[in-house]
């Protein structure tokens, strides 16, 4: 234990990256709530589902990230179809255990590296079709509805803050 607290002594003060510019975090922090309300209000306009817990770490790629291959449309959108149709298909043929769900998110993983959707927040969407004991539909609301609203607001509020900046490719 003493050299693990002697190395930690050795690292450089910060290796993080600089904070983004204040109208950036703005930007980022109004996409984030204009895409949540949005879902949130959509789930009681229409008596479905359009939100889930990861869709609130979508929006930190989406908003806060947007440059990255993961905040894509792709990512977000396909990312988030192919973890939950394969949590679906798990707990279908596997059942509903802790050992089904580990296979559902490494699975889930391999297809979404293999589609090139990969999408870090879609890695739980398994998790959430296990614990609420989703069925097909859950791929329409809130999976789809709710991955295209996201992406419609950063669609608009990216642009908005730098015309032209995202996304960074579609396919």
């Known amino acids: 234990m003493p050299s693990f607290l002697a190395r930690l002594k050795r690292l450089p003060a910060s290796r993080a990256p600089a904070s983004p510019p204040p109208a950036f975090v703005l930007w980022s922090a109004l996409g984030a709530m204009l895409a949540?309300?949005?879902?949130?209000?959509?789930?009681?306009?229409?008596?479905?589902?359009?939100?889930?817990?990861?869709f609130g770490a979508s929006c930190v790629l989406a908003?806060?990230?947007?440059?990255?291959?993961?905040?894509?449309?792709?990512?977000?959108?396909?990312?988030?179809?192919?973890a939950s149709l394969v949590g679906l298909l798990v707990m279908l043929v596997l059942g509903d255990s802790w050992w089904a769900a580990g296979i559902a998110v490494g699975l889930a993983l391999a297809l979404m590296q293999i589609t090139?959707?990969?999408?870090?927040?879609a890695g739980?969407?398994?998790?959430?079709?296990?614990?609420?004991?989703?069925?097909?539909?859950?791929?329409?609301?809130?999976?789809?509805?709710?991955?295209?609203?996201?992406?419609?607001?950063?669609?608009?509020?990216?642009?908005?803050r730098q015309?032209?900046?995202?996304?960074?490719?579609?396919?």
């Open 36 to 54: 949540i309300a949005l879902t949130g209000w959509l789930t009681q306009a229409s008596g479905y589902p359009w939100q889930m817990a990861p």
């Open 63 to 82: 908003f806060g990230l947007p440059d990255s291959p993961l905040a894509q449309p792709r990512s977000i959108v396909g990312g988030h179809l192919v």
């Open 116 to 121: 090139r959707t990969v999408h870090a927040p």
């Open 124 to 160: 739980a969407d398994p998790l959430v079709v296990f614990a609420s004991q989703a069925g097909a539909t859950f791929l329409l609301t809130p999976v789809l509805a709710g991955s295209l609203a996201i992406v419609l607001v950063a669609l608009l509020v990216n642009n908005l």
């Open 163 to 171: 015309r032209g900046s995202y996304p960074r490719y579609w396919s």
